[in-house]
């Protein structure tokens, strides 16, 4: 006959597990968000703190219902009773402390309502003493308070967030005043899409604002006030019928409402290009509670695809459906089953529009649009054999156009350490002079040798030279490639 014994965890190792959860610094910030609306605040401040020669802290304050001492304790367990409000965007009762953990060593809140200024905190070793968890008296919150958000006063009530050393994303930087900076605008590209719906008053109209306090001074700098970011946000359709709600029939009628969209092509809108570029956005946009979790992909349907970038789902979940989709703590992906993707494809529009010709639609809407500049085929006009240069004009030829943008090849002096240098601006890909004897043996320098060499960094590069911006991903790509080429050349 069994029995069963008492076995606590291994306090330190989960301390790691659970710090190592797997947020990133925006859907953690974001997290935080949801229980500020859950608690109906109308302003939301998101404050980075600047300390000399400290990591950088965050603090998210609301001016929501606030928390009395009872509340606040059961808001800090681990697995807070909160599962059953499917109406809440928390959803496991873990957001604010895994969130909260996995970006900063020490967390704090402090809260008000009824009078009743009370605080708690998941300290460094909390966890590790055993889930210990820190109860702060009056004055220590109102001191606490001071020090992160001086300029700021509750009315009646309210919560304030604190994470103090940001061991991720906020220490070992040369500029930290810069590092802030770049962390807004990531917060910014985020939250002001996540929750369109909420900044825009479509679904429950909140503020938010985002600023960088500098404690040393005691002043922050000018306030940055979200403006929604809606990514079905167009003014005129890309065809005719669309937008359309889909229905779905049997089983999941109930749990989804869908409505298919089609963007009108070669749109310069920040609605359509959002963070990360508009080809990758396409797809499936979840919504739970209004709060989107998941912005583009299309969950396994179908594979991304260029001719694809109009096309775009909105997609609401009942909210007691998340187990179904898989979704987790974070609430930052939608998984969907066999099927539930099976009853996608069988959706329809009120016409009879099914999801494969919906997607049929929306490639052609693509595929009628006029190129712009920037979308011609950019070809080598010179540095190659006029044989090889019609050659390549052939196959890379799109439908809508004879056109193309010449890219010349040529040889230049430069520094030893850059095998090669691209003016972005002139479309010139340049070759180090220095290394041009050495490749050809001292034979043959005319400007059309090294053929094979030219066309393959030609075709490293061809998707980078059409980029509208190189980013830090595509600048570290030519690195990285240049050290790896000059390095080569000690072996050539």
Not at 73 to 80: C, I, L, S
Not at 221 to 246: D, S
Not at 273 to 285: E, H, I, S, T, V
């Amino acid at each position: 006959m069994s029995v069963q014994e008492h076995l606590p965890p291994n306090f330190g190792k989960l301390d790691v597990a659970l710090r190592s959860i797997g947020y990133t610094f925006e859907a953690a910030v974001a997290d935080v968000i949801d229980n500020a609306i859950d608690a109906k605040a109308q302003t939301i401040m998101v404050r980075i703190i600047l300390q000399s020669k400290k990591p950088l802290d965050i603090v998210i304050w609301d001016d929501g219902q606030g928390m009395n001492p009872d509340t606040l304790k059961e808001a800090m367990r681990f697995g807070a009773d909160v599962t059953q409000e499917v109406k809440r965007l928390g959803k496991f009762g873990l957001g604010l402390k895994l969130a909260s953990l996995s970006q900063a060593k020490d967390l704090r809140v402090f809260s008000l309502n009824s009078g009743n200024l009370s605080g708690r905190g998941w300290l460094e070793d909390g966890i590790k003493k055993g889930f210990s968890s820190n109860i702060f008296d009056e004055n220590e919150c109102r001191e606490s308070l001071a020090t992160i958000v001086p300029d700021c006063a509750w009315k009646k009530s309210g919560t304030a967030v604190w994470w103090s050393n940001l061991y991720r994303v906020g220490q070992n930087h040369e500029a930290p005043d810069e590092h802030a900076q770049k962390l807004l605008e990531k917060l910014d590209d985020y939250l002001s899409l996540a929750f369109h719906r909420f900044l825009s008053g479509t679904a429950r109209k909140i503020k938010i604002i985002l600023d960088i306090f500098d404690a040393e001074k005691g002043n922050s700098g000018v306030p940055v006030h979200l403006a929604p970011l809606n990514p079905f946000g167009y003014e005129n359709t890309g065809r005719k019928g669309f937008p359309a709600p889909m229905s779905i029939e049997g089983d999941y009628a109930q749990k989804f409402e869908i409505t298919a969209h089609i963007w009108p092509p070669n749109s310069d809108k920040a609605e359509y290009k959002l963070p990360g570029g508009a080809n990758g956005r396409q797809g499936f946009y979840f919504y739970r509670n209004n709060r989107l979790i998941q912005g583009g992909g299309w969950n396994g349907i179908r594979d991304a695809d260029t001719h694809m970038s109009l096309a775009r789902v909105e997609v609401d979940m009942a909210p007691d459906f998340d187990v179904e989709v898989s979704l987790d703590v974070k609430k930052v992906e939608i998984q969907l089953p066999h099927k539930v993707v099976t009853a996608i494809k069988t959706a329809k529009t009120e016409s009879g529009i099914d999801f494969n010709k919906y997607l049929r639609l929306a490639d052609e809407a693509y595929r009628k649009k006029p190129v712009t500049d920037d979308e011609l085929p950019i070809i080598p006009s010179a540095g190659l054999p006029e044989e090889l240069r019609r050659f390549m004009h052939r196959v890379f030829q799109i439908e809508q156009t004879t056109k193309h943008r010449d890219l010349k090849i040529a040889w230049a002096e430069m520094d030893k350490e850059l095998f090669f240098y691209v003016d972005r601006d002139e479309d010139v890909l340049y070759l180090n002079q220095f290394y041009r004897k050495k490749l050809t043996n001292g034979r043959n320098r005319s400007a059309t040798n090294l053929p094979v060499l030219k066309s393959l960094l030609f075709l490293f590069l061809k998707d980078e030279l059409h980029s509208e911006k190189w980013g830090s991903r595509i600048c570290a790509k030519i690195d990285e490639a240049n050290r790896i080429l000059v390095k080569a050349m000690k072996y050539e």
